[in-house]
T-cell receptor, first 113, second 111 residues
Framework: SAVISQKPSRDICQRGTSLTIQCQVD?????MFWYRQQPGQSLTLIAT?????????ESGFVIDKFPISRPNLTFSTLTVSNMSPEDSSIYLC??????????FGPGTRLTVT | GQQLNQSPQSMFIQEGEDVSMNCTSS?????WLWYKQDPGEGPVLLIA???AGELTSNGRLTAQFGITRKDSFLNISASIPSDVGIYFC???????????WGAGTKLIIKP
């Protein structure tokens, strides 16, 4: 497994602003993913964070709204841009080490007012 | 949209009872994973299954990879209060590390 931390753990933001969420892993990992989980719902993959290149986004998610960085093998950021109340959700990062087993961070609970 | 049908959606059980939940799909999967999520936490991997017919245990939890590769089930024996939470199945179809998720089964233990 891996020890994964996320910052912030929660935030309340005003609409129109942006928030950057950090994901830090205790050791190098192959792949990092960003998910959104709306209250009472399952997980929806936003994008795969690729080290040294642009992230790969899933249908319905775009780079202008959710820019992602992954400068090295242990760290990634997700920015939620120009937020609206519909962006209120839990944002989760996960990692793998070359298998399908994904390990998750504790999540960032975002509320947009 | 989701391609995994997870049932039941929720379960109310007595402490000590056995629990069973499953995921089905019309598509073949290469990997099945079972996760548990507690409130305010990220999902925690419970069991990973890689071969059709595989039966794997983790303490009181047992999961099986269906022989048709289109389903999986999770059993919890002799449930205890800390088993409360939401259980998710997830599967990989294309060996590309991207998982498809079930909607979750919420386990509630009656007082």
């Amino acid at each position: 497994s891996a020890v994964i931390s996320q910052k912030p753990s929660r935030d309340i933001c005003q609409r129109g602003t942006s928030l950057t969420i950090q994901c830090q892993v205790d050791s190098q990992v192959t792949m990092m993913f960003w998910y959104r989980q709306q209250p009472g719902q399952s997980l929806t993959l936003i994008a795969t964070a690729n080290q040294g290149s642009e992230a790969t986004y899933e249908s319905g998610f775009v780079i202008d709204k959710f820019p992602i960085s992954r400068p090295n093998l242990t760290f990634s950021t997700l920015t939620v841009s120009n937020m609206s109340p519909e962006d209120s959700s839990i944002y989760l990062c996960s990692v793998t080490r070359g298998s399908n087993e994904q390990y998750f961070g504790p999540g960032t609970r975002l509320t947009v007012t | 949209g989701q391609q995994l049908n997870q049932s039941p959606q929720s379960m109310f059980i007595q402490e000590g009872e056995d629990v069973s939940m499953n995921c089905t799909s019309s598509s073949i999967f290469n990997t099945w994973l079972w996760y548990k999520q507690d409130p305010g936490e990220g999902p925690v991997l419970l069991i990973a299954l890689y071969k059709a017919g595989e039966l794997t245990s983790n303490g009181r939890l047992t999961a099986q990879f269906g022989i048709t590769r289109k389903d999986s089930f999770l059993n919890i024996s002799a449930s205890i209060p800390s088993d409360v939470g939401i259980y998710f199945c997830a599967g990989d179809r294309n060996s590309n590390y991207q998982l498809i998720w079930g909607a979750g089964t919420k386990l509630i233990i009656k007082p």
